[in-house]
């Protein structure tokens, strides 16, 4: 057969083509159990079937003696009470175990399929699809090396999967497709797959194809495209047997079937020729026969393509894990395309305000992150000091284990009994012990090494997503040097959250425990937030979404058993100043607990918009630090004299670090900014500048609770200031929201978004050139993708959208999409789904505002 590219391969000259063969017995122990892990998520839209799928893995691993079952609510990895009850993922866990098993535990006639004959070990994190948790999805995101995208074969690619496979992309994650689901009526492989190229921007490689009992019967097993074999479910029902077909044997049984894997498999080489040069010299050294080249040579150019930065083509795999199909070929896959810990990138760190990868760091280049010593009897820092870097990306509390923290090792080796620094909390604390999950086991071990995941169970502090640092020779007590100290992995912009709610212990005996446990729920998930009305003495909860604070609700008053009183879930409004005030120096100096405390301190409060950074900071940014909230404030604490650099300075009391009165004046402003003097909701979109001046606001009395407290009514009573001057205003959250329509119902959703909802449509179907980023996306012809034919599908693919699905990207007002969903199924005949982010706070006109503070009112 001639095709396009054959003449243009020709061309090419031939080049000895090496294979990097490792030498094993030379290569050091990490290294070689490094090439042999994978740190992959599943990720996809709710109901999917991330979890059947996750069991299933378990299972045929042997990790399980039973299929978990998401209905029956007996899986494994959904362990909360609220996940099993609701059917749904909440929490991420992460499990470890090892593919392939021993041989014994695969099914002799599978065993015969060639795969990678060395057992690895998956580190594996499933994610929660729903959009209330989508930090839960990027926390995981940022651990993980490679992911397996789960698509419901009759849904196709949701809204949610489209977003998350953005944010895994940006991430750099290589990432491989399941098409899972079908055996279920409508399940439609070919039009799924021509929809992964039009919205997930990438070129799909059918590397299986869906086998149907008589061509349109049953599902009943694939079509392994690599390795020309039909691989079919019998026998027994847990899925463990498969009989695996020889293409000439397949070509007497089922010939449809046949021509179909053959004609998958050109399209497969032909699209790999067109990413990889290699793969054409393969194609001319086996005759020009698509059929004559080795499997194992497909999985090395197809590998080859996926690891490649962005990825353009994406790896497609076929099954029904309910049906207990297509899971085991699934997991061979991961191994086969999916990344070790040494082929992804260094994390992407922060170091005092500036960013740059961690290998950078290590090797030495720092230049551009530290800087270079200035004063005298300085020493320059030794990184080689820094024994071991990790993010805790989950924490767990498990009724067994108690408070367990997941960890992903980056450098070094976390060893037990060793000190860890928390640079986000700016604290030390001990390693008691460490452990290894091994489904839903756990098994002790001496030491986490680079690359893997494990847990710590113990940890008093640490909480979802702190860096924690081993530093050489750092006791409980130390601190490592600045700027190491505020070294963060992956920093990821958490948004505000939009809704809240107020909670308040049933007695007084009890709100000792309901604080105890909303300080568990706050580790677990720091896009929960908490904060005490000072007025009311209300304590207040607020989160991402109204699922997001039910749930919260749910962990706290059953499975904690809290007795609270919960309010109703409430939008989250917010307040800013119109106009700023001069600096104003509040004091303190009071008896706390038997002891006198004292300390002054000087704030200032401007609008945001007409706040000059660079002349607030001045020009040398050793002497000033600044932070920017999730409500669009900034915090600029400027303290001339006091490098943030090097070392203890004589202007600062014996008994205080300047981290740690930085770390108490930001608490002080934080404080101050969770409660505005008007309507009493939390400020946004204010630029607070702090002047210290340590000879004058600092004393020997000076103690951390003092300076932030001295901080908070510094801040307040500018605040309060500027409000007295011009009246502040209300804000409320407005929502990026990404709709899909079905092409009919497109006219009554604008309509009903742009007037009876107060929105302001950006774009249709993605036709808005102001974003730069979708220009980024390739843009792939469905036409021009390969799919076996859907023998059940109806309507054609035309427009590249599901069923000549439209979208509508629009801004709303968040009050105004409470309850949207039901609203869209109406006017769509329940076709129409949407996702939506934070986009911002804006300010409400007077008679929104004056509707707002009236229905608050009424509710208090
Ligand atoms: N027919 C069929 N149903 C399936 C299949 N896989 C999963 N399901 C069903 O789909 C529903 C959702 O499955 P889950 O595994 O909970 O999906 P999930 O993606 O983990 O869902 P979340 O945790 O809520 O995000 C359950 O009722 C499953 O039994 C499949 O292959 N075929």
Known sequence: MRIGWVQYARRLTRRNVTVSRRLWSTQALPERTLSKTRNIGIIAHIDAGKTTTTERMLYYSGYTRRIGDVDEGSTVTDFLPAERARGITIQSAAITFLWPPSNSALDENYNQVPRSSFTHNINLIDTPGHADFTFEVLRSLRVLDGAVCILDGVAGVEAQTEK??????????????????????????SRTTKEIGVRLHGWPAVCQIPWWRDGKGDFMGVGDVVYLRGLMWQGARDGSQIQSFELRDLEEADNDFASEMKKARIALVELLSEHDDAMVELFLEHGEDHLAIPGPQIIQSLRKTVLKTPQTVIPVFAGASFRNIGVQPLLDAVIDYLPSPLETPGPEISLGGKSGDLSQLLMGNSKDLIPAPTGKGQKSLDVKNLQACALAFKVVNDPKRGILVYVRVYSGSIDKGSTLFNTNLCSAERVPRLLKMLANDAQEVDSIQTGQIGVIPGLKLARTGDTLIVYK????????????????????????????TSIEPQSLSEQKHVLETLAILLREDPSLHLSVDEESGQTHLAGMGDLHLEIARDRLLNDFKAKARIGKIEIGYRETITSSTSPHTSQLERTIAGKLAKASMTASATPKEEFALREAVGPDDRFATIHETEDGNMIVIRHPGLSKIHGQHPAIPLHLTLPQILTSIHAGVSAALARGPMNGYPIAS?????????EKHLFVESTPSAISMVTRNAVSSSLRTACETSPSALMEPVMLVNIFVPESSMGSVVQDVSSARGGHVLSLDGSDSSNAAAEDLRTVNPAQVYTPPDPFASGTFDTGLNDSQRQIVARVPLKEMVGYLSHLRSLTGGRGTFVMQVDGFEKMNELRQREVLEGAREYS
Not at 686 to 694: E, N, Q, R
Request: charged share 15%; net charge positive; proline share 13%.
């Open 473 to 500: 020779g750092m006791n409980a007590k130390s601190h490592p040097p600045a700027p190491l100290d505020s070294l963060q992995l992956r920093p990821i912009q958490v948004p505000p959250p939009v809704f809240f």
């Open 686 to 694: 204010t630029a607070v500048a702090i002047d210290l001046d340590a």
């Open 164 to 189: 998350v496979w953005l944010q895994a992309g940006n991430y750099q994650i290589p990432r491989i497709i399941y098409i899972n689901k079908l055996d279920r009526a409508g399940a439609a492989f």
